[in-house]
T-cell receptor, first 111, second 115 residues
């Protein structure tokens, strides 16, 4: 079945860029998402990209998609303490309502 | 923006009791609502999808008689964990969508602890 994988932890220094990586298996994925979850809270959609795009930029966030390798990344420029959270990669194909989530990457910021 | 609330945010109950969790879309009509379960350090696992006025569609391995879902209106869905056991302790998150293929808006989650 479909699978989405990402590393569990990432630690970066405040002010540096964070890059969170994700791989997925479903070749018919149409939408790829990044969600942010702060402690004890639900998920907030950060950004998404259609499968026919290679890159999307939104302020400090840059999403890169390598469809051939089924690899998605999220870059957060100038990482701040408020960026500390768990980041989930997720995918959905256009014929399904179901979203498949990765296990989440916990981003911690060190001074 | 679209706001989804959940109530309660935390609940502690004794083994064998039933617990009801509410999910409400506050400023839009949600034809479809989704219920997820999140284990510590794990991903969100979809439990079921419910469309207003219809029976919920459960994912494989989810007991429909244990996790009762009702979606009687366009703004409210409920998940009832019946005869709860300690292994049902988890973080339950709902999401709501204007239709099955639209963006899902997530609630803040409910932490269930069964003693």
């Amino acid at each position: 079945g479909e699978d989405v994988e990402q590393s569990l932890f990432l630690s970066v220094r405040e002010g540096d860029s964070s890059v969170i990586n994700c791989t997925y298996t479903d070749s018919s994925s149409t939408y790829l998402y990044w969600y942010k979850q702060e402690p004890g809270a639900g998920l907030q959609l950060l950004t998404y990209i259609f499968s026919n795009m290679d890159m999307k930029q939104d302020q400090r966030l840059t999403v890169l998609l390598n469809k051939k390798d089924k690899h998605l990344s999220l870059r957060i420029a100038d990482t701040q303490t408020g960026d500390s959270a768990i980041y989930f990669c997720a995918e959905r194909d256009s014929s399904a309502s179901k979203i498949i989530f990765g296990s989440g990457t916990r981003l911690s910021i060190r001074p | 923006g679209a706001v989804v609330s959940q109530h309660p945010s935390r609940v502690i109950c004794k083994s064998g009791t039933s617990v009801k969790i509410e999910c409400r879309s506050l400023d839009f009509q949600a034809t479809t609502m989704f219920w997820y379960r999140q284990f510590p350090k794990k991903s969100l696992m979809l439990m079921a999808t419910s469309n207003e006025g219809s029976k919920a569609t459960y994912e494989q391995g989810v007991e429909k008689d244990k996790f009762l879902i009702n979606h009687a209106s366009l703004t409210l869905s409920t998940l009832t964990v019946t005869s709860a056991h300690p292994e049902d302790s988890s973080f339950y998150i709902c999401s709501a969508s204007r239709n099955s293929y639209n963006e899902q808006f997530f609630g803040p989650g409910t932490r269930l602890t069964v003693l």
